[in-house]
């Protein structure tokens, strides 16, 4: 990965930052009910306030379309960040921009911390409008992305800024950046991936940018079907893409090219419907009743896949084995989960995991904790696993 700037070259001391971070917290009856992205944002913050900054935090919250609307406002999140930042007053400007935003931001003193409002009640945000990316530039001197959950999008406070203000890397970006770079860009080998998920059609992009990255890949949820079905299975009443079958045995042909072992289950646990207490039964995948759905690998695959994870050096998971919704049918992803975590505690294996299904499975499992990084960006860390470049990223590249 190209070089970025990071806060040890920072002299921020009596200058105004402007710190992008993800504040978009989930909220009901006004009060935060998940503080994760907040606390993940305190020690970025509290760098830059410890290095005397005045730190100007910015951040977007729901889908406002550009309008002001009364319940999307950050001023709730401002009690909630003073807390996570051990009691450090945080102040709230009215507007992100013009006046209120300017007023707000000269009266700072080092050290200070400030929220601006909600940066998509403009439309020039997500437009990444000259304009208004100007108007915020005005209010700093520095400008820090912390925000890896939105470097996907080439949004004003996430992209534009960095080509009006010196860009750094905040400690939460840096951390992101570098637990992916060590995962696929420079990994320790073998390599092995756990790619789940309802469809293949989803997933396409993401396998044809592993294939050649990696030594392993285990296929497993819903999409696991269709290369089972792909090889001449039947599937009886599971989810499967059955049109995707040619496209399935292409990605094993391709596999084979690029020296990748696909691993499939050999057993499953299939049930007549997916509810909790449904009856189920282990079977070999060549013994799928045709009244019945797969919704789990079997326990021979796990103890198979579970030996894969021990022979590699490095582990990249998006998404759960099976229904891990529902027990007993998150057995399967429980097991392997549990399988990482150890490998990880003894220092055998670099675990990094990423996507809102494979975070809840990893916290289902009580192993979140315990791999080495678990990424919360959703649709940022689904892209890079497709190797697409991230706006907000590429911007902050000193060769850019």
Same mark, same amino acid.
């Given at each position: 990965?190209? $070089?970025?700037?990071?806060?040890?070259?920072?002299?921020?001391?009596?200058?105004?930052?402007?710190?992008?971070?993800?504040?978009?917290?989930?909220?009901?009856?006004?009060?935060?009910?998940?503080?994760?992205?907040?606390?993940?944002?305190?020690?970025?913050?509290? $760098?830059?306030?410890?290095? +005397?900054?005045?730190?100007?935090?910015?951040?977007?919250?729901?889908?406002?379309? =550009?309008?002001?609307?009364?319940?999307?406002?950050?001023?709730?999140?401002?009690?909630?960040?003073?807390?996570?930042?051990?009691?450090?007053?945080?102040?709230?400007?009215? /507007?992100?921009?013009?006046?209120?935003?300017?007023?707000?931001?000269?009266?700072?003193?080092?050290?200070?911390?400030?929220?601006?409002?909600?940066?998509?009640?403009?439309?020039?945000?997500?437009?990444?409008?000259?304009?208004?990316?100007?108007?915020?530039?005005?209010?700093?001197?520095?400008?820090?992305?912390?925000?890896?959950?939105?470097?996907?999008?080439?949004? %004003?406070?996430?992209?534009?800024?960095?080509?009006?203000?010196? $860009?750094?890397?905040?400690?939460?970006?840096?951390?992101?950046?570098? %637990?992916?770079?060590?995962?696929?860009?420079?990994?320790?080998?073998?390599?092995?991936?756990?790619?789940?998920?309802?469809?293949?059609?989803?997933?396409?992009?993401?396998?044809?940018?592993?294939?050649?990255?990696?030594?392993?890949?285990?296929?497993?949820?819903?999409?696991?079907?269709?290369?089972?079905?792909?090889?001449?299975?039947?599937?009886?009443?599971?989810?499967?893409?059955?049109?995707?079958?040619?496209?399935?045995?292409?990605?094993?042909?391709?596999?084979?090219?690029?020296?990748?072992?696909?691993?499939?289950?050999? /057993?499953?646990?299939?049930?007549?419907?997916?509810?909790?207490?449904?009856?189920?039964?282990?079977?070999?995948?060549?013994?799928?009743? +045709?009244?019945?759905?797969?919704?789990?690998? =079997?326990?021979?695959?796990?103890?198979?896949?579970?030996?894969?994870?021990?022979?590699?050096?490095?582990?990249?998971?998006?998404?759960?084995?099976?229904?891990?919704?529902?027990?007993?049918?998150?057995?399967?992803?429980?097991?392997?989960?549990?399988?990482?975590?150890?490998?990880?505690?003894?220092?055998?294996?670099?675990?990094?995991?990423?996507?809102? /299904?494979?975070?809840?499975?990893?916290?289902?499992? +009580?192993?979140?904790?315990?791999?080495?990084?678990?990424?919360?960006?959703? +649709?940022?860390?689904?892209?890079?696993?497709?190797?697409?470049?991230?706006?907000?990223?590429? $911007?902050?590249?000193?060769?850019?």
């Amino acid at each position: 990965m190209s $070089a970025y700037r990071t806060l040890d070259t920072l002299d921020a001391n009596g200058r105004t930052v402007l710190l992008r971070v993800d504040l978009n917290v989930p909220m009901k009856d006004g009060k935060v009910t998940d503080a994760t992205r907040i606390e993940r944002a305190a020690p970025t913050i509290l $760098a830059l306030s410890k290095k +005397g900054a005045k730190v100007v935090v910015l951040s977007h919250f729901g889908r406002p379309k =550009g309008e002001r609307v009364a319940d999307m406002s950050l001023a709730p999140i401002a009690q909630p960040l003073s807390d996570a930042l051990g009691g450090v007053p945080v102040g709230f400007a009215e /507007d992100c921009i013009g006046a209120p935003a300017e007023k707000a931001v000269t009266a700072m003193n080092a050290g200070d911390v400030l929220i601006l409002e909600n940066l998509r009640f403009h439309k020039g945000e997500e437009k990444n409008d000259a304009a208004f990316t100007k108007a915020l530039a005005k209010l700093g001197d520095i400008y820090v992305n912390d925000a890896f959950a939105t470097a996907h999008r080439a949004h %004003a406070s996430t992209e534009g800024l960095a080509h009006h203000l010196p $860009a750094f890397a905040g400690l939460l970006m840096q951390a992101e950046l570098e %637990a992916l770079g060590n995962a696929l860009e420079s990994p320790e080998r073998p390599v092995v991936a756990v790619v789940g998920g309802a469809k293949v059609s989803t997933k396409l992009e993401l396998l044809g940018n592993l294939l050649p990255k990696v030594d392993y890949l285990i296929i497993g949820g819903g999409m696991a079907n269709t290369f089972l079905f792909a090889q001449g299975h039947e599937v009886g009443k599971s989810l499967a893409e059955r049109d995707l079958a040619d496209t399935a045995r292409a990605i094993i042909a391709k596999a084979e090219q690029e020296g990748c072992t696909i691993c499939l289950q050999t /057993d499953c646990v299939v049930a007549a419907e997916f509810a909790a207490g449904a009856p189920s039964e282990v079977v070999p995948v060549s013994a799928v009743p +045709g009244d019945k759905m797969i919704l789990d690998a =079997g326990p021979e695959s796990v103890a198979a896949f579970a030996e894969v994870l021990r022979d590699s050096e490095t582990l990249v998971w998006n998404g759960p084995l099976g229904a891990f919704e529902i027990p007993p049918f998150d057995a399967g992803t429980v097991a392997l989960a549990k399988t990482a975590a150890e490998l990880t505690d003894q220092g055998a294996l670099l675990s990094v995991a990423g996507g809102g /299904d494979t975070v809840a499975a990893l916290v289902h499992a +009580g192993v979140a904790g315990r791999f080495s990084y678990v990424s919360t960006a959703g +649709g940022a860390f689904l892209e890079w696993l497709e190797g697409k470049t991230l706006p907000g990223v590429a $911007a902050l590249m000193t060769d850019k």
